[in-house]
């Protein structure tokens, strides 16, 4: 059985086939782990989430910041949802949109595997986390988006308040600080207060600020770390941290990483020609 982590899909349908068929994805053994951000950008969203519910039984998802945003889109008004982009709008008013939105609020923020020794999230830590920290962030979140309370947490899902986590947070700004963390952090400070603004290299960050996995004075955590959502950062292997969003939607590249094998392999293929990559960092 191989088991393969695959960086932001933003809706890229032909490449996430492409990718498929060059790991020879055997849906019989194989597994897929797929990093978040599986909608918004690329064109075919609705064509990627029916590709990948289709595979369900064979996937384990962390769900991105795109992916959220549409969960919470998908609970406004009609009128309200005739607004947002073309690509969504597609999702949003196909015949099979309840199924598909359904199954994606039932996907996870983190996933931890104890055999393979890997955790897969979307975006980052925070520095005072451990993996058990982590974990009961992320359940607390799921099991909320996974219940009867979703619409109000979906309501109240946007902000850039509280500006970083921390374990005196209560309800539902205790729930935004765990997403803000796992699925939009890249710069924080020591004291985990998220730069929403900063997306380029390291190095092009304000002062105080670092790459969420270069927090001088961090929390060990015994397991290796894939996650995306910086496609600025490109693929990065340090620190026990494996990022694998290689811009894919921006003309870069979509990867997959092999996890069960003594050492990681990368597996990628090219973006169709018609993507473009964005004047300032992606998202």
Known sequence: MAVYAIGDVQGCYPELQRLLEKIRFDPASDRLWF?????????????TLRLIHSLREQSIITLGNHDLSL????????????????????????????VLLEWMRMQKLLHHDETLGWTMIHAGLAPSWTL?????????????????RHQ????????NRPPGWNNRLQGVERHRATINT???MRYCDVG????????????TQKPGMYPWF????MRRRETKIVCGHWSALGRFAGLGIYAIDTGCVWGGQLTALRLDTPEPEYITVDAEPYRQKPKGGGD
């Open 35 to 47: 990093c978040g951000d599986l909608v918004n950008r690329g064109g075919e969203s609705l064509a």
């Open 71 to 98: 969960l919470a889109i998908g609970q406004r008004r009609e009128d309200a949802q005739q607004r947002v982009n073309p690509e969504l709008r597609e999702v949003l008013f196909a015949d099979d949109a309840p």
């Open 132 to 148: 058990r920290q982590a974990q009961r962030a992320a359940l607390e979140v799921e099991r909320e988006l996974g219940g009867p």
């Open 152 to 159: 109000r947490l979906l309501k109240n899902l946007f902000g």
């Open 182 to 184: 796992l699925t939009r």
């Open 192 to 203: 985990g207060r998220i730069d929403f603004e900063g997306k380029g290299t390291p190095g």
């Open 214 to 217: 270069e927090v001088p004075g």
